[in-house]
């Protein structure tokens, strides 16, 4: 096989045979004859070709004569539950489901909305739709009413399956008075809710009324319906809609397609993640996020490969060996999960004690992304786990690696802080504000990706063209803007360094300030607000958010701050881990009134900073940081 450098290459001066070369890893209904179908600023990967992902993913390894392979071994650590399916099973109890949908009149191109647990009921409805030609949209447990709401307005779901909750440490999160709440908010839209009954959560079918809307037991519905064969769709046809967060607090809803998709997750697996079919890869993320689609799903599946499904955190559940324990009971070659994760299991368990009950032998590689690495964890895995550890980058938007070591092509060094290299199809760029390109190794600036991107990227946001050419393409002509800045440095190697816009990212979860801002600005008694990331040992970054109170408000600051975070939680919820509420006289702006989000995050990270020549009053700054000194003396003692 080609190295690294002359794969990336061909890629880039040779998309079209490339690509359909890499097309040969995917069963076709029509198998395409050309890759790309490029107009201005469209483009469309494998113009001609038909096919359905849910076969491809299951149907097509049955028929190969490996339906006894286990396809997905589901293990909670908050139930104790430990259960396998096959090949054969999986592909069973996913025509059944999606036979279900059919009998409800769930038609090609409808959207289906899933706000699932990690059960292997989610898997089974996000492929059952694909099997349909419906199109999934996954929110993730840890979204509020108010959020789910905003989804069900957005991609107008027929259907909206569910269950009768998530479980979370020490507590039951119940999904049924959500649900309620959110399809009453959007009426005339879903017409009918499946319910999962899951016994360790209060609430099932039967529990949930809601007028305009029929109810289902899941079990029942499945028992009355006949199994659904795939449907061959084009490959352009969306395959799920993924809301993510933007710059304005309504998320956007990243289209993904069909024939790209797998064609660029067939590729990735077998040339990043060396996974094929036999191996056994762990991401320990959630399928509400992009992570879990493309590597809890539908990627170690369109390999062949057993992917784990784990219901469980990485410490407390029992312990920090949690991760350990499932990758020495499945025998997992390829694990992924998010820098925050192993920062937990660093705070609680320094010497890695807890991974000595359990042998990694089997573990080759460690992939890490959805949030800055830092070299200190880097290193700390590296010594401890003697494994590889593979930092790369991605987004929502791109759906699979847009930077990565590909540990199925070549054995490249890894660098601590660094992101590797650029996998096909992506021509990482850097460019100034003014759009013009860094040819200067390690200069700083914006990260952009030449058009057109590879196959398995964004297809458009719903429902909005405009916001897709506005959010990605109108910065910089010819490019897509990540929303990161970085550099590249003289071997090649990219450092992302963090986002120029107001996303943030806690834990690992992408977050927009503007959403937060939105929520409390709702509180009586707030007059403005700012929602800034600062930085946090534990998940990178977390929202603080700083208000200035109405004329003559009496509200005392642990009141305020107690009602604020509850408000935070109903309207977006947990997920957000907002905790810090700073009350100000005033904020700092710009004589033009825009507030200095930089510069506050800098005097609250303790950075340097420079005084904005075009700030209004200078001594509100001095206010913000002995506000700060205070508020940190005050928690100290
Ligand atoms: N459903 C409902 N609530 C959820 C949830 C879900 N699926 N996921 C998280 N939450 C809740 C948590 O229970 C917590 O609630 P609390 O405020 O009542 O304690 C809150 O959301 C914040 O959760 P989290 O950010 O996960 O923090 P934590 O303190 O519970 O756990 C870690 C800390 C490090 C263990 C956890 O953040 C973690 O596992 N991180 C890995 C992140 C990850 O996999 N990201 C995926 C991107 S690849
Ligand atoms: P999401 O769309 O939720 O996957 O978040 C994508 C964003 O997370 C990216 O635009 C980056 O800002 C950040 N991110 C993801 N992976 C990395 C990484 N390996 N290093 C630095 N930032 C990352």
Not at 455 to 482: C, H, M, Q, V
Not at 592 to 618: F, N, V
Request: hydrophobic share 40%; glycine share 10%; proline share 6%.
């Amino acid at each position: 096989m080609a190295g690294y450098a002359d794969l990336w290459t061909r890629s880039i001066d040779d998309p079209e045979s490339f690509w359909l070369d890499a097309a040969d890893a995917i069963t076709w209904d029509h198998a395409p004859d050309r890759a790309l179908d490029e107009a201005g600023e469209t483009w469309r990967w494998f113009p001609e070709g038909t096919l359905n992902v849910a076969a491809n993913a299951l149907d097509r390894h049955v028929d190969a004569g490996r339906g006894e392979t286990i396809a997905l071994a589901y293990d909670s650590a908050m139930t104790g539950t430990k259960k396998t399916y096959s090949y054969a099973q999986l592909r069973d109890r996913v025509a059944d489901f999606a036979g279900a949908l059919v009998g409800l009149g769930v038609e090609p191109g409808d959207r289906v909305l899933l706000y699932l647990p990690m059960t292997p009921e989610a898997v089974i409805a996000m492929l059952a739709c694909a099997r349909i030609g419906a199109v999934h949209s996954v929110v993730f447990g840890g979204f509020a009413a108010t959020e789910l709401s905003v989804r069900i307005q957005d991609a107008a779901p027929k259907v909206l399956v569910t269950a009768s909750g998530g479980l979370e440490p020490g507590r039951v999160v119940e999904y049924l008075p959500m649900v309620q709440k959110a399809v009453e908010a959007v009426p005339g839209v879903v017409s009918h809710v499946i319910v999962r009954d899951r016994e360790a959560v209060p609430g099932d079918a039967s529990s949930l009324v809601i007028e305009g809307t029929e109810v289902h037991d899941w079990d029942d519905l499945v028992a009355a319906s006949e199994p659904a064969a795939p449907v061959a769709v084009d490959s352009s046809h969306p395959l799920y809609v993924l809301y993510t967060s933007g710059t304005t607090g309504s998320p956007k809803g990243i289209i993904r397609d069909s024939g790209g998709y797998a064609v660029a997750l067939a590729w990735a697996m077998r040339h990043i993640y060396d996974i094929g079919p036999g191996d056994t890869m762990f991401t320990a993320s959630d399928v509400g996020w992009v992570v879990g689609h493309s590597f809890i799903v539908y990627g170690p599946l369109l390999a062949g490969a057993t992917t784990v499904l784990y219901e469980g955190k990485p410490i407390g559940t029992p312990d920090a060996g949690a991760f350990w324990r499932i990758v020495a009971e499945y025998g997992v070659k390829t694990m992924f999960t998010a820098p925050t994760a192993l920062r937990a299991i660093r705070r609680v368990d320094p010497d890695l004690e807890d991974l000595s009950p359990h042998d990694l032998s089997s573990l080759e590689t460690l992939f890490l992304a959805g949030e800055r690495l830092d070299p200190e964890t880097w290193h700390w895995a590296n010594d401890g786990l003697r494994v590889p550890i593979v930092d790369h980058w991605w987004q929502t938007e791109t759906g699979w690696p847009i930077c990565a070591i590909p540990r199925g092509v070549e054995h490249l060094p890894g660098k601590a802080g660094s992101t590797a290299v650029p996998m096909p199809g992506y021509a990482v760029t850097i460019l100034d504000s003014k759009g013009r390109e860094v040819s200067q190794p390690e200069k700083e600036g914006n990260i952009a990706l030449r058009l057109p991107l590879p196959p398995g990227t964004l297809a458009g946001i719903w429902g909005s063209p405009e916001r897709f050419r506005d959010s990605y393409l109108a910065a910089f002509p010819g490019y897509y803007a990540t929303g990161d800045a970085g550099y590249i440095d003289r071997d090649g190697y990219v450092f992302v360094m963090g986002r120029t816009d107001d996303v943030i990212n806690v834990a690992g979860h992408r977050l927009s300030t503007g959403s937060l801002e939105g929520v409390l600005t709702m509180h009586s008694a707030v007059a403005e607000c700012a929602v800034i990331g600062v930085a946090d040992e534990l998940k990178g970054q977390r929202a603080a958010g700083f208000v200035t109170l109405k004329a003559h408000e009496q509200i005392d600051p642990e009141t305020l701050e107690r009602e604020l975070v509850a408000l935070v939680r109903e309207h977006i919820g947990p997920v957000a881990a907002f905790r810090d509420v700073i009350v100000l006289d005033r904020l700092p702006k710009t004589r033009s009134g825009k507030i200095l989000r930089k510069t506050m995050r800098q005097i609250a990270d303790g950075e340097a900073y420079k005084i904005p020549a075009t700030i209004e009053d200078p001594t509100v700054l001095d206010a913000l940081a002995d506000t700060l000194r205070a508020r940190e003396r005050a928690n100290v003692s």
